[in-house]
Nanobody, 125 residues
Framework: QVQLVESGGGLVQAGGSLRLSCAAS????????MGWFRQAPGKEREFVAA????????YYADSVKGRFTISRDNARNTVYLQMNSLKPEDTAVYYC??????????????????WGQGTQVTVSS
């Protein structure tokens, strides 16, 4: 089991920045990659960004490319999502997720085995 705890959400004005953190504990050595997803009211959960735990390779949704940056601190078992130039359409609950196998891709919820409880991000216009 891998336990994930997100933090850093909040209310910010359009154009502002937030940094989300996701602390992992438990069997973290089994983690292949970490991802961030988000879910707005009435919408499906969607991919935001992912990072390989070993190589550091990163992957982004087109909607956040150039504005969001995912990073990791292996020593702290923590992954971050730096969000800049926030827009009202970024408003959602943001979830951290852990993928424990190397096959497949990074973009779908079904490829992740463990999830955090989510943190709310609200961007006002």
């Amino acid at each position: 089991q891998v336990q994930l705890v997100e933090s850093g959400g909040g209310l910010v004005q359009a154009g502002g920045s937030l940094r989300l953190s996701c602390a992992a504990s438990g069997r973290t050595f089994s983690t292949y990659a970490m991802g961030w997803f988000r879910q707005a009211p009435g919408k499906e959960r969607e991919f935001v960004a992912a990072i390989s735990w070993t190589t550091g390779n990163t992957y982004y949704a087109d909607s956040v490319k150039g504005r969001f940056t995912i990073s990791r601190d292996n020593a702290r078992n923590t992954v971050y999502l730096q969000m800049n130039s926030l827009k009202p359409e970024d408003t959602a609950v943001y979830y951290c997720a852990a993928k424990t196998y190397s096959s497949g891709t990074y973009y779908y919820t079904g490829e992740y085995d463990f999830w955090g409880q989510g943190t709310q991000v609200t961007v006002s216009s």
